[in-house]
């Protein structure tokens, strides 16, 4: 009687315990779903912040830049005649600084609205995005002797969105004619399938990137050159970073100061389809060239 009294005594405290236990567990729980509810608040209040503020960026700061290089330009063409040269210059050096800055607005913007307010994912040619490029740059790939060189029929892209990988392909593109001091600029696009991704990669002869900037170039406004030497903002390579990053991808480089430069960035595989054919239009010298006429 004893024994069977301590066994009743041992399965009440056993049960009590494990009572307990749950009770500590539905508590905790229900700490948790209050916490993730406080955090999606939270999160939708930053949003709308975010909204604002890409609105103020858009129209408030960006009208006062605009008025500001019209004005430049009105002084300048009504009192060419009359101003001294170095009222001439003071005017000219405004106007650049307020067209950059107007391009620094529109490149904050790009960056704020990466992931946001997207249409529906679909399925992008990649040939086609690098063809668009293609005719965008073509003043500069004249005036620079450059050409764009796929190396073979770039593939579909599938649930992606065209207008950020337009911006991933065109900043390295571009970045690999506008950083090139060759005679003959190349940037040279190509990709390969890995395990559980698909690499692609954006080669330039250009001037190379000296060492010890692998861990800031990605960042916002980090510029190895100055202004004078070569135009940008410093926000390309942070946008990209972003977008890639969005698409659970990476992006890195590999370069030597006059060794040319190399992109890589990543995308999983279960976005990048089969390969497709060739665009008409395109010029074939041995590899698939893209030269604007």
């Known amino acids: 009687m004893r024994k069977f009294t301590l066994g009743i005594v041992n399965y009440g405290k056993e049960f009590c315990l494990r009572l307990a236990n749950a009770r500590v567990t539905e508590a905790a729980l229900f700490a948790a779903n209050k916490e993730n509810e406080e955090l999606a608040v939270e999160i939708k209040r930053l949003n709308q912040e975010l909204d604002q503020f890409a ?6 700061l960006k ?3 605009r008025n500001i290089s019209s004005f430049m330009k009105l002084l300048s063409n009504r009192f060419s005649t009359t101003l001294p040269p170095d009222g001439k210059e003071f005017i000219h050096m405004a106007q650049i600084c307020s067209d950059r800055l107007g391009q620094q607005i529109d490149d904050m913007l790009s960056y704020c609205r990466v992931n946001r307010n997207l249409p529906p994912a679909a399925d992008i040619d990649l040939n086609e995005v690098v063809r668009t490029i293609s005719m965008e740059l073509s003043a500069k ?9 796929v190396e073979k029929g770039l593939p579909l892209l599938k649930d992606a969105h065209s207008s950020m990988i337009y911006q991933v392909m065109q900043n390295l593109v571009a970045n690999g004619i506008k950083f090139n001091n ?9 990709y390969k399938e890995e395990a559980d991704r698909v690499c692609f990669s954006v080669n330039d002869n250009g001037i190379g990137i000296p060492k010890g900037f692998e861990g800031k170039l990605f960042q916002m406004f980090k510029r190895l050159h100055t202004q004078d030497q070569f135009e940008g903002t410093g926000i390309g390579l942070a946008l990209c970073k972003k977008i890639v990053t969005f698409y ?3 992006i890195w480089y590999e370069s030597g100061k006059g060794t040319g430069t190399t992109f890589y960035f990543t995308l999983p595989k ?3 389809g ?7 239009g395109l010029t074939i010298q041995v590899n698939l060239v893209s030269k604007a006429a």
């Open 55 to 60: 609105y103020i960026i858009s129209h408030d």
């Open 63 to 65: 009208a006062p830049v």
């Open 141 to 149: 790939l004249n005036e620079a002797n450059a050409e764009i060189i």
């Open 182 to 190: 060759n005679p003959n600029p190349v940037v040279v696009i190509d």
């Open 248 to 250: 659970k991808g990476e």
């Open 270 to 272: 279960h976005m990048v």
């Open 274 to 280: 089969h390969a497709m054919p060739k665009l008409p």
